[in-house]
């Protein structure tokens, strides 16, 4: 039943997620805003949604290890699991804005993030909201430098939504919020259930399964677009979402709600290995061919994350 209540949730999550993203881009050109601020603003809040309601949620039911699993696996995967699959149906051309903003600000969070919890156990809310306040600085900075620098890549946006209903954008809005908010209650039961059945902690769960579920979105578009050819999900956007996870998701769930660190293995084990997935990204970019991630290199990004996953299950104390 665990199983099935996992799988549930990670549906409407997948379902609600979508809902949200294409109501609150149709919202945003009501509003007449650009679409470049729609792309790094209003699209990367939506498509954060998922992993934020499952922190949320986890937080409220006292279950903190789900909610810092959920990001720190989250991360972990999107480098090791989505960027490593990515690369190995087909090479990754990098961009220079990869080393000059993007990859130093997703270090300083990891970094940032690290320190916070390791003073004292716990996220609060002034530490929430200071995370959350260094995502706003980077989206100004993001924004300024993307307005001057046009060929910079953004997201494609769908045309047709701005002929969207009122009504329909309702709709949308209430379908993605009710899939959302059912499926992150579903999947952190399910994934409290597995873990008893199991016989692992919430933290192993979290960091493995829980992950993988919220990253499917951006592994199945990254497979598609790498199968057809055609450009596939970029190094930025991966990067950005882990700047999100850290900064918004946690950010914001513990300014409702503080995060503790209940198992030490957080802090002891899965932080570094999310703070080496994230730092080997540099080496990577300039050796031994520059500007590109190619299939050797994502055939290591797996690998790692498969011994990852096998420790995780199997170094559980």
Do not use: C
């Not at 530490?127 to 001057?148: H, M, N, Q, T």
Request: aromatic share 10%; glycine share 8%.
């Amino acid at each position: 039943m665990s199983l099935l209540w996992v799988i549930l949730g990670l549906i409407l999550l997948v379902v609600g997620g979508e809902f949200l993203v294409r109501s609150s881009v149709a919202l945003s050109f009501k509003f007449n805003i650009s679409k470049l601020v729609i792309g790094m603003t209003v699209v990367s809040f939506a498509t954060s949604a998922p992993e934020l309601l499952v922190s949320l949620q986890a937080a409220l039911d006292g279950s903190s290890d789900i909610a810092l699993g959920n990001v720190i696996g989250s991360n972990i995967a999107n480098i090791g699991l989505v960027l490593g699959v990515t690369a190995l149906i087909s090479p990754l051309g990098i961009d220079k804005n990869f080393y000059k903003l993007n990859w130093p600000m997703m270090m300083l969070l990891s970094v940032v993030m690290y320190f916070i919890l390791e003073s004292g156990d716990v996220l609060d809310f002034k530490e929430g909201l200071a995370l959350f306040l260094a995502l706003i600085v980077f989206l100004y900075v993001l924004i300024k430098r993307s307005k001057s620098e046009p060929e910079t890549h953004i997201e494609d946006l769908d045309d047709d939504l701005k002929i969207t209903s009122n009504f329909k954008i309702i709709i949308w809005l209430l379908i993605g919020a009710s899939a959302l908010y059912f499926g992150s209650e579903w999947l952190v039961r399910g994934a409290k259930e597995m873990a008893i059945s199991l016989g692992v902690s919430e933290r192993v769960i979290s960091i493995t399964m829980v992950a993988v579920g919220t990253s499917v979105p951006e592994l199945a578009a990254s497979v598609i677009a790498a199968l057809k050819k055609e450009k596939a999900i970029s190094l930025g956007n991966l990067i950005g979402s882990n700047v999100f996870n850290i900064a918004s998701v946690l950010g914001l769930t513990a300014m409702i709600q503080p995060i503790y660190v209940n198992n030490p293995n957080i802090l002891t084990n899965d932080i570094f290995w999310m703070m080496g997935f994230a730092a080997i990204l540099l080496p990577f970019v300039f050796l031994p061919k520059k500007f590109e991630i190619g299939r050797i290199k994502g055939f290591i990004l797996i690998a790692a994350y498969v011994a990852f996953v096998v420790l995780a299950f199997t170094g559980e104390n």
